[in-house]
């Protein structure tokens, strides 16, 4: 179905709203096919099945317990309406700048796993994510799951979005945060990912590399938000300025001051 | 019938409309689509300012499936559609003046064969120089929006006047001067303009709208058309919403239009949300430049204010509602001298046109700003400076018109300012969580009820005992989804003494119902209730009169109505109304009863300019708190608190009375915070849902409402209107609670973050 030009449809809360000006558009609903959904206990952690919606990931008892910055992330994913219909392959698909599980799945270091009749591979999220819209899907290749690897027990995880209003809104900006810390609260690794603010959802190296050995501290927190602001590329939009994107970036990693 | 007014309906009764509506059987205009019907979509101009240079619809025609493509060279009578100045073609000629202006009608049997034959109309345009700005389009050298029009693009203006206000702002100890602006706002009703026509081979004209005013429509539609009002039929069933967005023809001239060219076809036209967008009314966006001044004690001394109105390319009901604007432009006060001058502009933006807060939106959030400016240079707290000032029962208002007996704006103020969300709101500042900044703001409020003087704010009703032996009545005034109908059926079943699921209710029908002006300006459950009663109180009148030969009684009024009958007290002795009814032919089983809203009996001497609508005798006060959580990291602005206070007569249902209160101030923080229709060169940028945003409910707190003791002797029960006065609030308070939070001192709405965030800056550089 996919050679005759179909749209692998996944959910389909974002695949068909351009459907209603452009008629006719054909889909192949990939409901039904083996091993797409659901979520599963692997070796090296959980592996998401691309078909999984994202209200049965949001409930999910190790998602919400382990992996916190994903369940926050699809907690503020449009309606609850659209989280029962909505994939998280189809939000990985989609590409958007905006989406709301990107940054969570970049700081988890999630791995995605494609299919196709010539058998499947494996590609970091980040190398997934090529543009707006764009991925590294091939011919003929769908997002079969997602594969995350659980982060230590005591990693801070945060995710904030901000959007416009508190449900259904494409976000102006979001930051997700993974923060390892040792018993003296110094930060042994940190990773920091973006959405809204660049062409893709991205991590922020320069600003990691900023929290290393020291404390979450408010000048640390500024430092990283600092650097933060130059890896970015933000654009002005009906939402928010690119001035306004490019100032909040900077404060948002004050947040992390609230972590326990 | 004394007793009767302090009777509220059944507390705790759903209102009648609600199980059908939540099972979803209720039946709109959308829903009726009766089998063979055609459907009609309009080709949108989709420039701002052009000549039409050519319009080519052959390549429509010929579409397979289309029916018919109709243009300007189809349209009989006059082509102008409008409510009072009729400037509006039903399809553009020559010209388009905005870009959801109409040029072509495509008439298909399906869907896909409508779209395809609109995407086939062939339009060229020449390109005109356009204006977006009304102060602009009031300069010399504007381009012309009505090019022959005496008076250039200035289609309103006037002048309120009292005392000498230049005079006295000169002697006043303080003035405060500043420039407020309000935004283009869209209604948002759930349901969209839609409708259906079909022309009988009788040559009368039935229609289903979902409209505010189905009476008028018919008039609008034959002086359009040349067509005789009294061959239009128009039933308007319950409506999905319509905040002033269906009070004025939508789709009305267009499918009547269809309808002539097709004759004995049924004919559908329903909009999209997007359509909606481009081609539907507007709140107008205004700008008001206020002057305040104020002795050195607090006292208020004088107002110069000027209003300019956004009409966009045609009148609309843009001069009535620039009308109301001025007349609320002093706010709740008491103001010696005043001078309140307003304009209305066309330019090519999209139309205004009514929309709940009809001009007041805007008046308001100008005069209660002034009067924070005035209250910080006095170094007083907002909220004793508008209790000192406020207006009581009998003195003149800001236009000069004696204020009626009745609670007041001072109670209404007092009784927010003893409320725990007033009382507590400096521990719940200071219990603020880690960057958040938390402000509370208080204002006073207004909201004229009816048409005003001019023009009469009437209704007429009708009621039916039906040979069952239950009652029928025939309401006049559309329900939007305001209750009204709900708290009809409510009156007259405690009228006539029976249950509610005795009394059927029709829904506005111009062939079986007796006319009603609109269902607008906060009138209507007070008008038509007004005249619903006095046909109620004839209809048990009759009843026990009759039901006295059957229970030879010689003292008729010892006789009461009683559920399914009437009855003796004196001998218990009962007679069914199915009996009663079965002696009565139909024309002796049908009440009908008129009103007219009192009006103000001696109005001042200013406002000439308005024949219409000017001034106005009742009005609903009330106070709003809001509470605002300010984020200091993103600017984002969070209510999390809103209490409406009102003093509107007497409650009849308080679960109406909330609703209404609620809805209205969720509306008013969608244009505090949220919405926004990013207008440029004319285009709607946020032209469907996903960019307009309107509040979810995550983005509303529970909304208190509180109403107060009051009464109103002119209103049925006592009630006065109240489905406008709750929109006014959020927006003001929510500015003042942004300047007790962040220090913020919005002259304009909406509330951006960006803007907050720049406030923030300011405060931790």
């Given at each position: ?12 809360t ?16 990939l409901?039904?096919?083996?091993g ?9 952690g ?26 926050q ?6 309606s ?6 909505g ?28 299919a ?17 819209g ?24 945060h ?21 390892v ?46 650097r ?6 933000p ?26 | ?37 055609l ?37 009989p ?16 000629g ?13 008439v ?30 009031l ?51 759930l ?55 269906k ?17 004995g ?26 002057r ?56 090519n933006?999209?139309v ?12 308001c ?32 208002s ?28 400096e ?16 204002v ?84 038509f ?34 559920p ?38 001696n109005?001042?001497?200013?406002g ?106 002119s ?41 907050v ?9």
């Open positions: 179905m996919l050679d005759d030009g179909l749209s692998p449809m996944a959910g389909g974002d695949l068909l709203v351009p459907g209603r000006k452009a008629a006719g558009r054909g889909v192949a609903l409901e039904g096919l083996p797409l959904d659901g979520v599963a206990m692997t070796a090296q959980l592996r998401l099945g691309a078909l999984a919606s994202l209200a049965a990931l949001e409930r999910h008892p190790v998602i919400r317990e382990r992996l916190p910055v994903l369940a992330a699809i907690a503020c994913l449009g609850p309406l659209i989280r029962n219909m994939t998280m392959g189809g939000n990985l698909v989609t590409a958007s700048p905006a989406g709301d599980t990107l940054p969570a799945l970049l700081v988890l270091e999630a791995v995605v796993e494609l196709s009749r010539d058998g499947r591979r494996h590609l970091p999220v980040a190398e997934f994510l090529l543009g707006p764009r991925t590294a899907l091939g011919p003929g290749e769908i997002v079969a799951a997602v594969r995350i690897a659980l982060p230590p027990p005591g990693a801070s995880q995710f904030e979005k901000v959007g416009r209003r508190d449900a259904l809104a494409i976000a102006v900006a979001s930051l997700a945060a993974l923060i810390r040792d018993e003296a609260g110094r930060v042994v690794e940190a990773r920091l990912a973006v959405g809204s603010l660049a062409p893709t959802a991205r991590r922020c190296p320069s600003a990691e590399a900023a929290l290393p050995g020291r404390r979450l501290d408010r000048e640390a927190l500024l430092e990283a938000g600092r933060i602001r130059d890896e970015i590329s654009k002005g939009d009906l939402r928010a300025t690119a001035a306004y994107r490019r100032e909040m970036a900077g404060r948002l990693p004050l947040r992390l001051l609230t972590l326990a | 019938m004394d007793a009767d007014r302090d009777k509220g309906a059944s507390p705790g009764a759903p209102r009648v409309d609600a199980l059908d509506k939540a099972c979803g059987r209720q039946r709109y205009a959308a829903d009726e689509t009766p089998p063979g019907c459907l009609a979509g309009v080709k949108r101009a989709g420039i701002p300012h052009g000549r039409i240079v050519r319009l080519d619809t052959a390549a429509a025609r010929a579409v397979p499936g289309v029916v018919t493509v109709l243009t300007r060279a189809d349209v009578g006059t082509n102008r559609q409008g409510i009072v100045h009729k400037d509006q073609p039903v399809l553009c020559q010209r388009v003046r905005h870009h959801g202006d109409p040029v072509a009608l495509v298909a049997e399906n869907k896909d064969a409508l779209a395809a034959g609109l995407a086939a109309v062939e339009v060229a345009f020449e390109a005109l120089p356009a204006v977006f700005d009304p102060e602009e389009a300069s010399p050298n504007a381009p012309l929006v009505h090019p022959d029009r005496e008076g250039g693009n200035l289609l309103a203006h006037g002048l309120m006047e009292k005392g000498d206000a230049e005079s006295a702002l000169a002697g006043c100890d303080v003035v405060v001067a500043g420039r407020f602006a309000t935004p283009a706002q869209d209604h948002v009703s349901e969209p303009p839609n409708g259906l026509a079909r022309l009988a081979p009788s040559g009368r004209l039935t229609m289903v709208v979902s409209t505010q005013a189905p009476f008028r429509d018919r008039f609008e539609i034959a002086q359009a058309l040349g067509l005789d009002p009294q061959r239009i039929r128009i039933r308007a069933p319950y409506l999905g919403g319509g905040f002033g967005g009070d004025g023809a939508t789709v009305q001239c267009l499918l009547a239009l269809a309808a002539l060219r097709l004759p076809r049924w004919i559908k036209m329903a909009w999209s949300r997007e359509e909606t967008f481009l081609a539907g009314y507007k709140r107008h966006a205004a700008v008001m430049d206020i305040l001044g104020a002795r050195a004690d607090g006292t208020l001394e004088a107002i110069a204010c000027a209003m300019c109105f956004d009409a966009g390319p045609y009148a609309h009901l843009s001069g009535e509602i620039m009308e109301l604007g001025m007349e609320h432009a002093g706010g709740p006060y008491r103001i010696p001298h005043v001078r309140i001058e307003g304009s209305c502009a066309y330019t933006n999209p205004g046109g009514a929309f709940r807060g009809f001009g007041v939106v805007q008046a959030f100008a005069v209660e700003r002034a009067m924070d400016m005035l209250a910080r240079r006095l170094g007083r707290a907002p909220e004793s400076l508008r209790l000192q000032n406020a207006l009581r029962p009998g003195e003149t800001a236009v000069g018109v004696a204020a009626e007996p009745g609670t007041d704006v001072a109670a209404c103020l007092n009784a927010a300012l003893a409320h725990p969300l007033w009382t507590g709101r521990a719940w500042k200071q219990a603020a969580p880690a960057f958040t900044r938390r402000g509370v703001g208080l006073a409020v207004q909201n004229a009820m009816g048409y005003g003087r001019g023009l009469p704010d009437h209704a007429t009703a009708k009621l039916e005992l039906t040979r069952q032996g239950t009652f029928r009545l025939y309401n006049s005034v559309p329900d939007m989804g305001q209750g009204n109908a709900a708290a009809f059926v409510a009156m007259a079943a405690q009228a006539l003494g029976q249950p509610e699921a005795a009394v059927a209710c029709v829904q506005p029908d111009t062939a079986a119902c007796p006319p009603a002006g609109s269902s607008s300006a906060s009138r209507t459950v007070y008008t209730g007004n005249a619903l009663l006095r046909a109620c109180r004839t209809m048990a009148e009759k009843l026990r009169n009759r039901a006295a030969l059957a229970l030879l009684c010689d003292t008729p009024d010892r006789l009461v109505l009683t399914g009958g009437v009855s003796d007290p004196a001998t218990g002795r009962f007679v069914p109304l199915s009996v009663l009814a079965g002696f009565l032919i139909r024309d002796d089983r049908i009440c009908i009863d008129q009103f007219v809203m009192p009006v103000v009996e109005p001042p001497d200013t000439r300019e308005f024949k219409l609508g000017f001034p106005h005798r009742y009005f609903t006060y009330g106070a709003c708190l809001c509470g605002v959580e300010a984020d200091e990291l993103t600017g984002r602005v969070r209510l999390v608190q809103c209490l409406l206070t009102v003093a509107c007569g007497k409650v009849f249902t308080l679960a109406g009375v909330e609703q209404q209160l609620a809805g209205a101030a969720a509306q008013g923080a969608g244009l505090a915070l949220f919405e926004e229709l990013a207008l440029e060169g004319g285009r709607i940028r946020a032209g469907d849902l996903s960019t307009y945003l309107i509040p979810t409910s995550l983005d509303l707190p529970d909304i208190d409402c509180l109403p107060l003791p009051d009464d109103e002797p209103g049925p029960l006592g009630i006065k209107g109240m489905g406008e006065v709750g929109i006014h609030g959020p927006g003001p308070a929510v500015a003042q609670a942004l300047f007790d939070a962040v220090g913020l001192d919005a002259a304009s709405l909406p509330i951006t973050p960006e803007v965030l720049a406030a923030l800056e300011e405060l931790t550089p």
